[in-house]
């Protein structure tokens, strides 16, 4: 599975961004589909996942309420929409995809396969 991400750009504080990520292959219904993000100097921290079936769906707490995290099955694509981004959001978002059990869905090391990371920049 390859994965493409695309849709980072510059945003004012308070505004959205969608990002995408299209899968490359068939992705099988157990599929972890997640976004991760990395600011500069930080670890890269888990941001959101969606079980490919879409039965599962979580997201880190500072996330909740603002992203949601969807995907079409038709295009192989998983979209990360993005709203009241705040300044501290501003990092490299990547998305990964694996055949993962739930219970890691939140640590990256377990993914085997990554998008190139796309830039989002969040201006006060």
């Known amino acids: 599975v390859q994965l493409q991400a695309s849709g980072g750009g510059l945003v004012q504080a308070g505004g959205s961004l969608r990002l995408s990520c299209e899968a490359s292959?068939?992705?099988?219904?157990?599929?972890?589909m997640a976004w991760f993000r990395q600011a500069p100097g930080k670890e890269r921290e888990f941001v959101a996942v969606?079980?490919?079936?879409?039965?599962?769906?979580d997201y880190a707490d500072s996330m909740k309420g603002r992203f949601t995290i969807s995907r079409d099955i038709a295009k192989n694509t998983v979209y990360l929409q993005m709203n009241s981004l705040e300044p501290e959001d501003t990092a490299v978002y990547y998305c990964?995809?694996?055949?993962?059990?739930?219970?890691?869905?939140?640590?990256?090391?377990?993914?085997?396969?990554w998008g190139q990371g796309t830039l989002v920049t969040v201006s006060s």
């Open positions: 990964a995809a694996s055949p993962l059990i739930w219970g890691a869905r939140t640590r990256p090391s377990p993914y085997r396969n």
């Open positions: 292959g068939r992705i099988a219904s157990n599929y972890l």
């Open positions: 969606i079980r490919w079936d879409g039965s599962h769906i």
